[in-house]
């Protein structure tokens, strides 16, 4: 009867163990002491699910030659394996790390992986709130040191959890993959990055700080979010970078939303629909100064606040691709530096976007390049400059202001000429039909003398002969031809800016 007893009892244990789902069973238990021995002996660490008791020491291994591979497991005191060189792949992917972790100046010749990873039925009781989703990321709780690493080989922490400031001052990738990592501070002060380094809507929540980085292939930071502001000051980005759709915003008491002082690119710089804000009610600041590139700067369809200033001290780039209007908001510390950086801004621009072919930008540059010398100009200087080369001949960029000067001063002329002609008015007397029918005809002649007389003022434009002149004119009539052939030339040389095949024309000739 006991023996009975005994088979129903451990049949509902089985049965009730078996039919609870996967994601109810107890972790695994092992020991990280039992973990070092087995790597230190040579022998393959291939595990899932299981927790990792006590410190997990490997500073004493020189080489870790087989594969140390544990997914979704819980290490639950620090990592430690600093100047430990991993030979072959290390993959921690989806696993919780509640201690610090340290791998300071380790090597690893073949691929890192600390990345998500689907793991329905993985043991998520002890993990943060923020830890709890699938894909299941890699969650760092402590601090995290990887300065001085060496990967040799694909670094991959996509979808990673950093819970305290991580470090990868002077660390080398190979090619390394931060998409969709979620950082509270990173610090990759003289990181190296000899392939591609893909930072895709990866989320900076403290300071992200790449100073003196080398970015060596592609660079991709689009959609990425800089919650406590991007210090890229010196880095070198060789193949340019993407920034497409980034968002920036400023560290507290700092003001400078993304810094980019003294850095260098060889490619383009793409900050497309980058959006820009302040930490507080002050301004906020993207700062270029110094910055050298043999490539592109774009910083087009921005989204800014209202107090958002550049820094352009002497910037140096081959094509610089911006709003015009955004100019207006570089700033300097002094009212004449503020205007020197301006117009090397608007020259670079105008420059930049002849050699693009982009006309009517490279107009909208030099028009407002005028606009801003002509504020430091006499008061006299300033009146003329705004009346004529402004407002009437457009800079030699407007080729339509002078072309409506000269139509409305042409038709105008003609209608004082044609009113002084006119007949005498129809007199009262007769009949009624009589009146009707010579005032008609007096109307008609009015508007052929009018035309007559607009198309004879406009024949004024072209050059007369000499035979043709029977007394000396005066100087109205001198001055009057000769306004009209300065507006057309204007206009003419305004159209050839807007044009470009008259655009090289000019230029042939000139």
């Known amino acids: ?61 020189d080489t870790v030659a087989r594969v140390f591979e544990c997914h979704a497991c819980s290490f639950e005191g620090d990592v430690v394996a600093s100047n430990v060189t991993f030979a072959r792949t290390i ?5 919780r790390f509640a201690g610090s972790v340290n791998f300071r100046g380790a090597n690893f010749n073949a691929p890192a992986l600390f990345r998500a990873v689907d793991a329905p039925g993985a043991d998520v009781f002890d993990r943060p709130q923020k830890c709890v989703q699938q894909p299941l990321p890699a969650c760092f709780e402590g601090r995290v040191d990887f300065s001085l690493a060496v990967f040799h080989d ?50 900076l929540n403290g300071k992200a700080s790449f100073s003196e980085a080398d970015f060596r292939g592609h660079t991709d930071f689009s959609l990425a979010h800089f919650n406590g502001g991007a210090d890229f000051s010196g880095a070198q980005l060789a193949q340019g970078a993407s920034f497409f759709a980034a968002q920036f915003k400023d560290a507290p008491r ?39 590139s043999g490539a592109a700067l774009v910083l087009r369809d921005l989204d800014e606040p209202e107090h958002f200033r550049f820094r352009m001290d002497r910037l140096q780039v081959r094509d610089l691709r911006m709003d015009v209007n955004d100019i207006q908001k570089v700033d300097a510390e002094t009212d004449e530096n503020r205007t020197l950086y301006q117009t090397r801004a608007y020259t670079t621009l105008e420059a930049s976007a002849k050699d693009r072919g982009d006309l009517a930008e490279a107009n909208d540059a030099h028009y407002a390049l005028q606009v801003l010398k002509s504020k430091h100009y006499s008061t006299v200087g300033r009146m003329l400059d705004y009346v004529f080369y402004r407002g009437i001949a457009g800079y030699l960029v407007r080729p339509l202001r002078p072309l409506l000067v000269l139509l409305v001063l042409v038709t105008l002329l003609a209608s004082i000429r044609a009113f002084a002609q006119a007949s005498p008015p129809v007199p009262e007397s007769g009949p009624r039909r009589s009146r009707r029918s010579a005032a008609w005809h007096g109307a008609t002649r009015r508007c052929s003398d009018l035309v007559t007389c607009f198309l004879a003022t406009f024949s004024r434009v072209g050059l007369r002969r000499g035979a043709d002149r029977t007394e000396s004119p005066s100087i109205g009539q001198e001055l009057e031809p000769l306004a009209y052939r300065i507006l057309l030339v204007c206009a003419l040389l305004g159209l050839a800016n807007s044009n470009p095949t008259l655009r090289q024309m000019v230029d042939t000739l000139f």
């Open 1 to 61: 009867m006991k023996r009975m007893r005994l088979r129903c009892g451990t049949a509902c244990a089985l049965a009730f163990v078996f039919v609870l789902p996967p994601a109810a069973h107890a972790a695994g238990r092992i020991s990280a002491k039992q973990v070092a021995a087995d790597l230190r002996a040579g022998r393959p660490v291939i595990r899932e699910n299981v927790v990792v008791r006590g410190r997990l020491d490997l500073s004493t291994v």
């Open 91 to 95: 993959d921690l992917s989806g696993s």
């Open 154 to 203: 694909l670094a991959s922490l996509d979808g990673s959890m950093f819970r305290k400031p991580a470090e990868f001052r002077d660390t080398r990738f190979t090619d390394a993959t931060f998409n969709s990592t979620a950082f509270v501070a990173a610090a990759f002060d003289g990181a190296a990055f000899r392939g591609g380094a893909l930072f895709n809507t990866a989320v």
């Open 254 to 292: 700092s003001g400078t939303a993304a810094r980019f002082q003294g850095a260098t690119a060889g490619g383009d710089l793409n900050f497309t629909f980058a959006y820009f804000a302040p930490a507080g009610d002050r301004d906020v600041t993207a700062n270029f100064a110094d910055f050298v």
